[in-house]
Nanobody, 126 residues
């Protein structure tokens, strides 16, 4: 069974940056096999898709909140997917999750995922 593990969250000041990481655990598994999505959920709010990266070719897709501030990337050498957060505001405070639907391409008409990790908390404190 594939499990996703996020890390890299923490506290930041407005305007600050954080880099979130996602890795897949489980025998014989790797994030290199799948398109990967990052989404977040703030208290009392619905989940919000942020970014997705295709399995191959480096194709990416961003949601409105992430476009221009967040960058998704993958490092196949270490089987990780990252989400670089910059220009943070207090509205970015949320739990951030990486996720996948085990497909090869991002769904550019919406957000498609059915497996995600425990999440990592990002708190922006003014």
């Amino acid at each position: 069974q594939v499990q996703l593990v996020e890390s890299g969250g923490g506290e930041a000041q407005p305007g600050g940056s954080l880099r979130l990481s996602c890795v897949a655990s489980g025998p014989g598994t790797s994030l290199d096999f799948y398109a990967v999505t990052w989404f977040r959920q703030a208290p009392g709010k619905e989940a919000e898709g942020l970014a997705c990266i295709d399995r191959e070719g480096g194709g990416t897709f961003y949601g409105d909140s992430a476009r221009g501030r967040f960058t998704i990337s993958r490092d196949t050498a270490v089987n990780k997917v990252y989400l670089q957060l910059t220009g943070l505001t207090v509205d970015d405070t949320a739990i951030y999750y990486c996720a996948t639907d085990f497909g090869r391409k991002c769904d550019r008409t919406g957000w498609s995922y059915d497996t995600w990790g425990q999440g990592t908390q990002v708190t922006v404190i003014s």
